[in-house]
């Protein structure tokens, strides 16, 4: 709400106009997010009413997966062995396991 001043200079609380256009817009982006997830995600935020409450959350998600999977991977790392592997084949092997 905003205070507007009439002619006779009284206020009057009015709805925002910005308000409504962020309103307007922010559901034009959830519609876009929404649209183009898979489902096994949609089923996770299709509650959430507004576009920056679903990148929260998804990022969330991502962010989690992503750090299990670098500890994956300096796991993996720390196990590997060189051998009598040349150079390259070591890290061709390395990079396959990690992949």
């Known amino acids: 709400m905003i205070t507007v ?3 006779d200079n009284s206020e009057e609380k ?5 308000y409504v256009q962020w309103i307007a817009q922010d559901q034009q982006v959830l519609s876009y997010l929404l649209s183009s997830m898979t489902r ?3 089923v996770q ?3 959430l009413e507004h576009a ?3 990148w929260k959350s998804v990022s969330e998600m ?3 997966q992503a750090k299990s999977r670098i500890l994956q991977i300096k796991s993996q790392l ?3 062995k060189k051998g009598d592997q040349s150079a390259s084949a070591y890290f061709t092997h ?4 990690i992949m």
């Open 78 to 80: 720390s196990r590997e």
């Open 94 to 97: 390395a990079s396959f396991g």
């Open 62 to 64: 991502f962010s989690s």
């Open 45 to 47: 935020v299709s509650s």
């Open 40 to 42: 096994e995600i949609l």
């Open 5 to 7: 001043k009439k002619a």
């Open 14 to 18: 009015v709805e925002n106009p910005a």
């Open 52 to 54: 920056s409450e679903v």
